[in-house]
């Protein structure tokens, strides 16, 4: 009987805050990216750049040869 008001504190007080703690620690964790996806999130960023480019130079040569070509999509 000495014993029980403290497990009873320590698993009304004690237990929750840890509980609650912990997952707090792993969804902080999870939450952030790591260098690899990091690294392809830049690659995939580039890439996009790139086709931007691309589009807009495609872009300016159908204005140059076919002047209505907008109007035919």
Known sequence: ??????????LAVVAPIWIIAHYATRWRATK????D??????????SAERM?????ALERILDAEVT???KKL
């Open 1 to 10: 009987m000495d014993f029980e008001v403290p497990v009873i504190l320590f």
């Open 32 to 35: 952030s990216l790591s260098s």
């Open 37 to 46: 996806e990091e690294q392809l999130l830049e690659e995939l960023w580039q």
């Open 52 to 56: 931007e480019q691309r589009i807009n």
């Open 68 to 70: 209505d070509w907008r």
